[in-house]
Structures are given as structure tokens and as C-alpha cells.
């Protein structure tokens, strides 16, 4: 493992993006038994198991640079989380799931595959292949959807891309303006990531009923955004969701 110092504004980026890993993992084992279908439970269940371990390799690098291993993994406040907003409630029916999973899981990788970090590419490498699958069975999810439930998944859009927008980070940080492009610590700054994201889903609608005419497209403004959480405004994960991540009622069953 490289001895490098990270700047205080890499290690929140990552941290980001591994708060957003545990939240993934955490949502994906809930729906991991409402699903419309065994293979959508099979396959929630499998991703979880795939973010959590996500979340512990990129821990350790985290721990590398200072962070304290259980505060990474829950033993903190639930607005001291910088997940993506759109993981702090997922209420309603499958569609409100898919549409508040599909972007996250793809704006949180976006940020990871963005890293240049040289001993972390081969950990990334391992991870694209688990990413590939999660990310193809959101956007056949999302097809499907678009068929059949198209003012539906409009509706949620309109809330849950702007969120993931924000998470990913504000437009203005261009090849000039972005730092952490600006030091060489990812290699590709947050406008052109954020562009990669936007067209992914335009074209992936085109041709069906499925209108992004009311997504705020622009958002986050820099001077809105908090960059550490990466989002506008407060909010966070409830306390139960806090709970359940912590393990606090079977905190007595652990096997040393």
C-alpha cells in the first residue's frame, strides 16, 4: 500500500464514496425481499454483499490516511454521512427503489473509476467487473419501467437526478477549476463526469415516454453545495437506518 498523503479534499472524495457503498449495500439488502421477481431479490442480495465488500477494501486505504476504521463503518452521527441524498429515504414501490438506486450506484462509480491513485487500479479493476453487472440490470430495470410505468419514473427522476448530480459535484469544477484534477489525484475533472452521467441517461430514454423535461439538470451551484457531504442542503439516513448499519441491538452476539 502507497504511503502518499492524500489532501484533506481527496480523502473526503473518497470517503463519499464509500458512505455511499455502505448506503447501497444497506438499501439493497432491505429490497432484498420486495422485489417484484426472485431473480430482482437474488440479484439485490448479491449486490449487497458486492458493496459491502467494496466498502471494506476501501476502508482500509481510508484508515491508511487517518480515518478511524469503526467511524468509517458507522460509529458517527447520521448527518456526519456523505451519501448521496438520494439513499436517505427510498419509500414506495419498486420504481421509487430503482430510480434512487440506479443513478447512485452509477454516479458512485463514475467517481471511483475517476481515481488515479496508482496501487488502488488494480482494486478498481475488480470492482468495474462487479459494477458492470449491478449497472446493466439497473438500466434493463429502467427499460422495462420505461414501458410501463413511464410518468412514474419521470416523476421520481425529476427528485433523484438532481441528487445524484450533486453527489457527483458541481459543473463548475472544470479541467481549470476541479483540485482534485488540479493535483492528478482523479483524471478526468467533475464536468466531464457529470456530462458522461447526463448523456447516459438521455440516451438510455430516447425513443420512450419516459420525460426529463423536469430534471434540474444544472444542479448542484457551487455556492449551494456542501462539498464534504457532496449535496445541497441537510437531510441524512434516519436513525433506525443508523441502527441497523451499527449493529447496536446485536452488539453482544459479536464472536471476538
Not at 417484484?36 to 449487497?48: Q, W
Not at 421509487?96 to 491513485?117: E, F, G, M, Q
Not at 453527489?167 to 463548475?172: H, Q, W
Not at 423535461?213 to 449551494?224: A, I, K, M, Y
Request: aromatic share 10%; hydrophobic share 40%.
Amino acid at each position: 500500500m502507497s504511503d502518499e498523503k492524500w489532501s484533506d479534499e481527496a480523502v473526503d472524495f473518497v470517503q463519499a464514496i464509500v458512505d455511499t457503498k455502505l448506503i447501497l449495500g444497506h438499501r439493497y439488502a432491505q429490497w432484498s425481499l420486495s422485489g417484484p421477481s426472485l431473480e430482482d431479490n437474488i440479484g439485490g442480495a448479491s449486490a449487497s454483499q458486492e458493496e459491502i465488500g467494496h466498502v471494506r477494501q476501501l476502508a482500509s486505504r481510508l484508515q491508511a490516511q487517518g480515518r478511524d476504521l469503526e467511524w468509517i463503518h458507522g460509529a458517527r452521527e447520521a448527518d456526519e454521512f456523505a451519501n448521496a441524498a438520494c439513499l436517505d429515504r427510498i419509500e414506495g414501490e419498486w420504481a421509487s427503489y430503482i430510480a434512487a438506486i440506479a443513478p447512485t450506484d452509477r454516479a458512485a462509480w463514475y467517481l471511483l473509476d475517476a481515481l488515479n491513485v496508482a496501487d488502488m487500479e488494480g482494486m478498481i479493476t475488480k470492482m468495474g467487473q462487479d459494477e458492470y453487472f449491478h449497472l446493466e440490470y439497473h438500466d434493463a430495470r429502467l427499460e422495462t419501467l420505461a414501458e410501463t410505468h413511464p410518468s412514474t419514473l419521470a416523476e421520481i427522476f425529476a427528485m433523484t437526478l438532481p441528487q445524484a448530480l450533486s453527489f457527483i459535484g458541481p459543473a463548475a469544477y472544470d479541467a481549470e477549476s476541479d483540485p482534485l484534477y488540479g493535483e492528478s489525484f482523479t483524471d478526468r475533472p467533475i464536468a466531464e463526469i457529470r456530462t458522461a452521467f447526463v448523456e447516459h441517461y438521455r440516451e438510455l430514454f430516447a425513443g420512450t415516454d419516459v420525460s426529463l423535461n423536469d430534471v434540474d439538470f444544472d444542479r448542484p451551484s457551487l455556492n449551494e453545495w456542501d462539498k464534504t457531504r457532496r449535496r445541497v442542503g441537510g437531510g441524512s439516513i434516519s436513525d433506525t437506518d443508523l441502527r441497523q448499519i451499527r449493529g447496536t441491538e446485536n452488539e453482544l452476539f459479536i464472536i471476538n
